[in-house]
């Protein structure tokens, strides 16, 4: 491939952005990077009983946070502007015209029972008889006022359209799976399967990478660009994600969208990784990859055509693979951005022990947090009913760190303090440290107890130690 590549990336303001549209993103972009080309934003909104307030500038917003970025596009300009297909009506009008003229799209004027009849009767495709009235005809009906909309001519009858899909090969289209579609709606809007074929040619886009849900679609484009004369770009089509019913992930499941991960304290790099793996592979089956590392080694040969499985595990194991690597400074501001701006009053140096000993445990931002949580300063305590062992044991425990003189104590003074418990009391293991740990945490959680110790000031294990008993 050359320096030409020119992809896009081309959602509908429908509503927000979801993991099936990560992907189809986050594909275009590597392309771009990996082939240094230009990634394009192109927001398709010519729908506007579909579109949403807002729902624009949030999906682009969110692929920002991703940490994505374009080349062209609604908010950055370019050389093919505007990126924003409701301000380029006057454009689609003057291709309509032609179509018109050439006798490649007609004017029908169907009502709705007209069409529903039509369907009902013939068992295919809608083939308007309207596509035949004369030029007078259509001139009265218009004189008139009488509602229309523009389809477009299919006669191609027996043909089928046949393309290299960039995923799945030699790809079949019978142009009989289509009837005279639509082309500008009965409100004057032109649909998406023309902007869209209108743009992909006008904005120079080589490749148009996009979910298999679009085939028929592609379809509509394909004669869409015939009739114009136009040469086609590559199209790939990428396969569905699955979930966990195996039935696909679909838009309108809600852990699917991209802002219930970003709640569920899963990092941006973290989902572009795992995002990446929903139906590609690396070379070397590498399954921890750094944004840089997938531009390197991006590739259309290692798309797979078979359907994708969405795991949450798998989701969680990269999540903790990118947070493991993270220092504390990074993982403190994650936390102020991504969970609460309360984090931002944690001590820096405590958040640097906590993150040193005990990065290891976690999987999400929100187990951070909650753990982080935990050593809150004056923390109320559950009510908890102690055995008079377990009692005993606390109790020798708070005289111990009582004797200590600091603020923070550090951990291997406490394990002193354990093991002279232990020879004291004759008590070990579990029954050593889980009345302690409830009494420090109020969990029996597995932390080491020394490290968990260290992290609490001193004054606030008396403080909660105190409450228990
Ligand atoms: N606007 C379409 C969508 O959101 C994009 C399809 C395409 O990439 O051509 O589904």
């Not at 189809?24 to 990077?33: D, I, K, P, Q, S």
Request: aromatic share 8%; charged share 25%; hydrophobic share 40%.
């Amino acid at each position: 491939m050359s320096d030409q590549v020119r992809v896009r990336f081309a959602p509908s303001p429908t509503g927000s952005l979801h993991l099936g549209g990560v992907r189809t993103a986050l594909y275009n972009y590597l392309l771009a990077r990996h082939h240094q080309g230009s990634f394009v934003i192109r927001v398709e909104d010519t729908d506007l009983s579909r579109n949403i307030d807002d729902a624009a500038s949030r999906q682009l917003n969110d692929l920002k946070w991703l940490g994505l970025t374009w080349d062209e596009g609604p908010d950055i300009g370019g050389d093919y502007e505007p990126y924003q297909q409701s301000k380029r009506l006057d454009l689609y009008q003057s291709y309509v015209a032609t179509l018109l003229e050439q006798g490649k799209a007609f004017y029908c004027f169907l009502s709705d029972s007209e069409l529903k009849d039509l369907h009902s009767h013939e068992n295919r495709q809608l083939k308007s008889p309207h596509r035949d009235l004369t030029k007078e005809e259509v001139d009265q009906r218009l004189k008139a006022g009488a509602p229309y909309v523009i389809r477009f001519r299919n006669d191609a009858a027996d043909k089928v359209y046949t393309f290299k899909d960039l995923v799945h090969g030699e790809t079949r289209l019978p142009a009989n799976m289509v009837g005279d579609f639509v082309l500008v709606r009965s409100n004057g809007h032109p649909v998406y399967n023309f902007c869209c074929a209108i743009d992909d040619h006008l904005m120079k886009i080589t490749h148009v990478l996009r979910g298999e849900e679009h085939l028929s679609n592609t379809l509509r484009q394909l004669m869409v660009y015939e009739s114009l004369d136009w040469k086609t770009p590559s199209f790939g089509h990428l396969s569905m994600i699955l979930g966990p019913n195996k039935k696909k992930l679909s838009k309108r499941d809600d852990s699917a969208a991209l802002e219930d991960f970003v709640k569920s304290g899963f990092l941006p790099q973290a989902l572009l990784n795992y995002v990446a793996l929903l139906g590609w592979s690396s070379a070397d089956a590498t399954e921890y990859l750094p944004v840089e590392q997938l531009i390197a080694s991006f590739g259309l040969d290692r798309v797979h055509k078979s359907p994708a499985m969405f795991d949450r595990e798998k989701l969680r194991w990269i999540n903790h693979q990118h947070l493991v690597r993270m220092s504390a400074e990074h993982m403190h501001a994650a936390l102020v951005n991504q969970v609460d701006a309360k984090y931002g009053k944690v001590d820096a140096k405590w958040m640097d022990l906590f993150w040193t000993s005990l990065s290891q445990q976690f999987y999400t931002l929100v187990e951070v947090a909650e753990t982080i949580d935990l050593f809150s300063q004056g923390m109320k305590m559950p009510v908890l009913s102690l055995e008079d062992s377990e009692k005993n044991v606390v109790e020798s425990f708070k005289q111990g760190i009582d004797q200590v003189d600091a603020i923070y104590i550090d951990p291997e003074i406490i394990a002193g303090i354990l093991s002279k418990i232990s020879e004291e009391q004759g008590v070990k293991g579990r029954k050593l440290f889980a009345p302690i740990r409830q009494a420090l945490l109020g969990v029996s959680s597995g932390m080491e107890i020394k490290v968990l110790g260290s992290l609490l000031t001193k004054e606030e294990i008396l403080n909660r130690i105190s409450q228990i008993l």
